[in-house]
Each structure stands twice: as structure tokens, then as C-alpha cells.
């Protein structure tokens, strides 16, 4: 499972984003660890590794993607409800490479009834590697 450290949000047995990444196989073998999270907000990282890497020899963008995703999801999903994506799009701006450590910081923009608009923005130290927005649609239960 992707790895977590305490936060404001807590990992009590009702943490709606501790239980999703108890089960997140996706998140833990790309080695995507959720460093910090609250509602609304999360921030992710991982390190690009040889299996990560492209034809160019850079980081597969959707490995990219896949890391701000994560950040997405545990920031949409700390407010309680089940929230999936609606959708979601990237802008590359920087290649990543072999070994490269890159962090994703997610923030709420809007919510709305059941949806809700957050961006994501993936760096490598200060230097901005992709943009993300994602929407998501709270689950009916």
C-alpha cells in the first residue's frame, strides 16, 4: 500500500483516504508515498525509477500523471464522501528523469453539490515538471 505520515486528517479506522490507500495496489507498486493530506489537499511523491522510463529515456508522462492522480484522489476523498474523477487533464512542462524525485500538491478549487474542480501541481524541487486538473463526482451510495 502507498505509504503515509500522520497528518491534520489523522488515520483513525473511519479515514475515508487511509482506507483507499490500504487498497490502492496501483499507488504502492509505482512507490507513490502520500506525505501529508487534509481535505481538500494532499501532497504525494515519487522517484522515478529505471522501469519508469520512456523511449526518449524520460519519464513516461503517464507515470506523471499516475502520481498526481493519486494526490487528487486523497485530496477530493478527505472530505468523507466516496469521490471518483469525472476527468481530469495534464500539461507537461519539464521532462522528468531516471531518479528524479518529484512531488505532487493537490488543492481544492471549487466543490459544488457533488463535484468538485482541483489542481494538481507535479514538481522536482521548484523547477514545475506538469499541471493537472482534475474533477470529481462524489459516489451515490
Not at 512507490?31 to 519519464?59: C, F, K, Q, S, Y
Not at 469525472?86 to 522528468?96: C, D, N, V
Amino acid at each position: 500500500m502507498a505509504s503515509e505520515r500522520q497528518s491534520s486528517a489523522g488515520t483513525a479506522p473511519d479515514d475515508p483516504v487511509a482506507a483507499m490507500l490500504a487498497g490502492d495496489r496501483a499507488s504502492a507498486a509505482l512507490g507513490i508515498e502520500v506525505v501529508d493530506r487534509g481535505p481538500g489537499w494532499a501532497r504525494a511523491r515519487m522517484t522515478v525509477r529505471p522501469d519508469m522510463i520512456n523511449g526518449h529515456e524520460l519519464a513516461h508522462g503517464g507515470l506523471v500523471f499516475a502520481l498526481a492522480d493519486t494526490a487528487f484522489a486523497c485530496a477530493c476523498n478527505g472530505w468523507g464522501p466516496t469521490t471518483v474523477a469525472a476527468g481530469a487533464e495534464i500539461s507537461f512542462l519539464a521532462p522528468a528523469r531516471l531518479g528524479d524525485e518529484l512531488e505532487a500538491d493537490a488543492r481544492v478549487r471549487s466543490r459544488r453539490g457533488r463535484t468538485g474542480i482541483y489542481d494538481v501541481t507535479v514538481r522536482r524541487g521548484d523547477e514545475v515538471v506538469a499541471e493537472f486538473r482534475g474533477r470529481s463526482a462524489e459516489v451515490r451510495r
